[in-house]
């Protein structure tokens, strides 16, 4: 059984907890706009003293990434190539692009 994207939320936010020093120096705030019917808004905020995921919305993301559900589970599963994915218009990215290339610290 495959799992949702909010049970991938949940994953990283257990793996970031674990290993908090995974992250450190990051200091910024990714917001996932994920489409679809397994969707939903997330949050990663790296700012503060632990790493923290939420469910929603995040008034000050520094970093916004947008895809399908299907996207994130290819790109979370490994059958989808991030950058690929970028370059084909499957994921879409706003705000600091430097941040972009330190998600697979988040995600992986």
């Given at each position: 059984m495959s799992k949702?994207?909010?049970?991938?939320?949940?994953?990283?936010?257990?793996?970031?907890?674990?290993?908090?020093?995974k992250v450190a120096g990051i200091n910024a705030v990714y917001q996932f706009s994920i489409t679809g019917d397994g969707g939903g808004e997330w949050n990663v905020d790296l700012t503060g003293e632990a790493p923290k995921v939420s469910d929603g919305a995040h008034e000050n993301a520094n970093c916004t990434v947008t895809m399908t559900d299907e996207d994130f589970?290819?790109?979370?599963?490994?059958?989808?190539?991030?950058?690929?994915?970028?370059?084909?218009?499957?994921?879409?990215?706003?705000?600091?692009?430097?941040?972009?290339?330190?998600?697979?610290k988040i995600l992986g």
């Amino acid at each position: 059984m495959s799992k949702t994207a909010a049970e991938v939320f949940q994953d990283i936010s257990a793996k970031l907890t674990a290993d908090p020093a995974k992250v450190a120096g990051i200091n910024a705030v990714y917001q996932f706009s994920i489409t679809g019917d397994g969707g939903g808004e997330w949050n990663v905020d790296l700012t503060g003293e632990a790493p923290k995921v939420s469910d929603g919305a995040h008034e000050n993301a520094n970093c916004t990434v947008t895809m399908t559900d299907e996207d994130f589970m290819g790109i979370i599963d490994g059958s989808l190539n991030a950058q690929m994915a970028f370059l084909q218009g499957k994921v879409k990215i706003q705000g600091d692009m430097s941040l972009a290339m330190k998600l697979q610290k988040i995600l992986g």
